[in-house]
């Protein structure tokens, strides 16, 4: 199953009010690429660095990845990291 979302860049996102939760988004690429965005609440704004290798570590095992802070227009800011080689593209295999 490959879950994709939509993120526009019009206004600021929200991020959660409680200090202890943080709203993550993944997403998988068509040309073998995968992202995730983590928004922590306000709580936690001056760990993102932090949080965007922790959470690269955990969810990219073994793969290079980068982390990068975004403004958020505004709004609090978040982290994204990016991996370029997530899977290889290409046609599906049968799982024997």
């Known amino acids: 199953m490959i879950l994709t979302v939509l993120v ?15 709203w993550v988004t993944l997403v ?8 995730v965005e983590v928004h922590p609440s306000a709580a936690h704004e001056n760990q993102l660095t932090e ?3 922790e959470a690269g570590r955990a969810l990219f095992p073994g793969h290079a990845f980068s982390v990068r802070i975004d403004g958020n227009a ?23």
């Open 8 to 22: 526009t860049a019009c206004e600021p996102g929200a991020s959660p009010r409680e200090p202890d939760l943080a």
């Open 28 to 35: 998988v690429g068509a040309d073998g690429t995968g992202t």
């Open 51 to 53: 949080i965007g290798y």
């Open 74 to 96: 505004g709004g609090t800011d978040f982290v994204k990291v990016r991996v370029q080689d997530l899977y290889e593209p290409g046609r599906a295999r049968p799982l024997h």
